[in-house]
């Protein structure tokens, strides 16, 4: 079994971004906004592959970190060599805790899950801060962040803010 520490973290890419009601189109992946979004975001994936990025970890999260984990699965085929890891914050009724998860996002999430190769869940149950330190390890065990940020408070400013405060190149496509 793989575990955290054995990831290269200087070949690795992490995802922080928002929910789907503050993304292009909120969220629909059918409205033209949402597909510039995705086409831009596959497009700096690769260009992180180029880069010599093998490892590409996700916050587990409806909305931008589902949206760019479903773009690295895309390109598996084509770049058989990339892994893909899951850090879920926890496990136990993980589907409930927020309204994001409609049954359309719960459904992607699953079939991620499915196609990752590696997956933790940082503690069985919901805790105060246990977002917080989902996103410290995202930071901790990659060398880049692929973000979108809209500038707003919440959590993918914690994890910007974070990545800037350890070197981490960072870019955000909003």
Request: with cysteine; glycine share 8%; net charge negative.
């Amino acid at each position: 079994m793989v575990s955290l520490k054995e990831i290269d973290s200087a070949h690795a890419v992490s995802f922080s971004g928002h929910r789907p009601d503050r993304l292009p189109g909120n969220g629909d992946p059918n409205e033209p906004e949402t597909q510039i979004l995705t086409t831009v975001l596959q497009q700096k994936i690769i260009a992180a592959i180029n880069r010599g990025m093998t490892a590409f970890i996700h916050g587990c999260m409806a909305g931008f970190d589902i949206y760019a984990i479903e773009q690295v699965i895309a390109l598996k085929q084509q770049y058989p060599h990339i892994k893909i890891i899951s850090v879920a914050p926890y496990s136990a009724h993980f589907f409930t805790k927020e309204k994001c998860w409609t049954p359309e996002w719960e459904n992607r999430a699953r079939e991620v899950f499915h196609q990752h190769d590696f997956g933790v869940s940082l503690s069985e149950h919901y805790r105060r801060g246990i977002y917080f330190e989902r996103n410290d390890v995202l930071i901790d065990y990659s060398s880049e962040l692929i973000c979108y940020w809209d500038g707003g408070k919440g959590g993918t400013k914690y994890t910007i803010d974070r990545a800037n405060s350890k070197g981490l190149s960072v870019f955000n496509l909003f």
